[in-house]
């Protein structure tokens, strides 16, 4: 790993940190040679950016004080020590999708973190190994120097019909390609990658329950982001190009942008003490489990973002006159109810959190299937609706250079004016910024991602299906109905359940 002078602090800390970095970087079907100031990178490097600044300016939402190290610390750096520390998670994320209008790229390496935290404990339970120690050691190594921690979860997967083992190529899965006295090295690919390239670290972990005969591909281990042996094709977003143009208009939102890659692993080592994981295939459904349960609660995240956008929706809104009128303000109502309905969910899963036994809070499992199942609806019609109230300007829009056009600018700003008194160049961006968080650039971070991170909706139904206690609610039932002569075995309410109702003195 390229060796970094300071400690990082600010946000402009952080992108220096990132210079002089050696990655092997395609974009467009060229090697992009300085990707720290590349236009279509650098939004999403001031996204990340702005997670530091918010420790800065909101400490106590945004910082901690870590008990293994005794620092105060990042919050996606920090080891959930309580329900609390879910909760302020939650309200972190909120706010730097409010500040951002887009993902801004560390829930993953934090929901990993903390997923691992338990994970590796149960696995030097069961196995008398040393995962868990090695794994503190590297959380304390990066809380130190304030490191952004990714991760990597998602496979190619290739036959979906088929497991790691199963597939015409080994590498669709990730595996342990040789061993040795010093460690491991893997290869394979891993998709979606969210904020890979803004990433010091990255924790490679498997994507699905593995069994006995998937035994190299249940690695987990943390490599530099410039490791040797990485390579990673940049994904391309809607209206990307727009970055590249003059001007920021036609951006909608200039400043930031989300970022996603294929990081390609081809024999890149591992040493022992970043190996948390390596042959113990049986908990690797237990670390998809533990980190979907932290992530999908985590799109909490996307409120920040429909805030935004509700906001945005308002603007137009009164730019073209129409705020008080009733239909206007029931849209705007129904998309604030849905935006709200996400976030109540979600941080009620975070209040529900329970301590495990390495001592780190796991937040409520249920409630956190149905915050990421009502994420991969509501967006998308909270968009639909500020799309009714913008117009089809939102689509029709010339562009930014005809509006700077010596003759074409004056015929637009006189028949694109709206209500008296609004500058015509206001009403152009409220319109662009809707336009890119519903179809352009950060309609990736709000709609498609809502849909498919952290498990796309069917995997979402299949645990809600296995936590929905029908039994028990079937007895309930009949009781009150005062039904006794039904042989059905009756059924124990389940853990959702005990901690719905569980008090400061319960046991559960």
Known sequence: MTEISKIIRTGDD??????????????FGELVKNYVDHPIIRPSINAV???YDLAIREEALASATSSLSGLKVN?????????????????????????????????????????????TFEIDEKHGTDYHKKFLEFVKMVQKENFVIGGAMTDPKGDRSKGPSEQDDPDLFTRVVETNENGVYVSGAKAHQTGCINSHWIILMPTIRLTDVDKDWAIVGAIPADAEGVTYIYGRQSCDTRSM???DIDDGNAKYGGQEALI???????????????GEYEFASMLVDRFTCYHRRSYVCKTGLGDVLIGAAATIADYNGVPKVSHIKDKIIEMTHLNETIF???????????????????NDDMLAQVCKHNVTRFPYEISRLAQDIAGGLVVTLPSEKDFRHPEAGPLLKKYLAGRKGIDVENRMRILRLIENMTLGRNAVGYLTESMHGAGSPQAQRIQIQRQMQVGYKKNLAKHLAGITNDKEEPQEPSDYFKRVFKTKDSVI
């Open 245 to 247: 143009e003059d001007g």
């Open 49 to 51: 950016a702005e997670t």
């Open 264 to 278: 390609i692993l081809d024999r890149v080592f591992i040493p022992w003490d970043k190996v948390f994981m390596n």
């Open 344 to 362: 109540g969910v979600g941080i009620a899963s975070s209040h529900q959190g329970q301590k495990m036994k390495s001592g780190v809070f796991l």
């Open 14 to 27: 952080y992108i220096d940190s990132l210079r002089g970095r050696d990655l092997k970087i395609y974009l």
């Open 75 to 119: 919050r996606f750096l920090h080891i959930a020590e309580s329900a609390e520390d879910l909760v302020l998670q939650n309200k972190m994320q909120r706010k730097l999708g409010q500040n951002t209008g887009t993902c801004f790229q560390r829930c993953v390496g934090m929901d990993a973190m903390n997923a691992l935290h338990s994970t």
